[in-house]
């Protein structure tokens, strides 16, 4: 099972960075072709589109690598037991509000699959997916920290309650 998700996980950096880069590069053509007064305007849809796969499963790198912003300053004077407890707690929020998000997020792929892009004949709703994507992949990352959280609770350092 660790093989299959460390398998994902290196396939979600490959896609995201991938994406980034056509991403900038589009971006950049579309800039300079708009110098020389040539229109294209499926570069900025597919930018778009680039830009929400790129944004979301990033949001997932990050959080699952610990880049993502924390505020401790209340917790990280309390006794390391407690700093475990309240942890705990905020990432079952988390999965909570990430399965809704999931939830509500397929309703709205299946609600946008009829809505097509401007100019590029593809769903909107792909574009919508990437937030699913996003949503359950980091849902699968918080379960890991919970139980990496648990484990770290179960510790002897932790079991005195001091720091």
């Avoid at 900025?44 to 990050?62: C, H, P, R």
């Avoid at 929020?93 to 946008?112: D, S």
Wanted: charged share 15%.
């Amino acid at each position: 099972m660790r093989k299959i998700y460390r398998t994902l996980c290196k396939a979600e950096v490959l896609l995201c960075g991938i994406a980034f880069l056509f991403l900038t590069t589009f971006v950049f053509l579309s800039a300079i072709l708009r110098m020389f007064r040539v229109s294209v305007s499926w570069n900025i849809d597919l930018a778009l589109f680039l830009l929400a796969w790129t944004a979301f499963i990033g949001a997932d790198i990050a959080w699952r690598s610990g880049q993502l912003v924390g505020v401790d300053l209340v917790t990280r004077q309390l006794p390391l037991k407690l700093q475990k407890i309240i942890q705990i707690i905020v990432y079952v929020v988390i999965t909570f509000a990430l399965i809704v998000i999931a939830v509500f997020g397929i309703r709205l792929a299946w609600i946008e699959r009829v809505r097509l892009y401007q100019s590029i004949p593809i769903p909107f709703s792909l574009m919508t997916v990437s937030l699913v994507v996003a949503a359950i992949s980091m849902v699968l990352s918080t379960i890991l920290k919970i139980r990496h959280s648990l484990a770290d609770f179960n510790k002897k350092g932790i079991q005195g309650g001091t720091q």
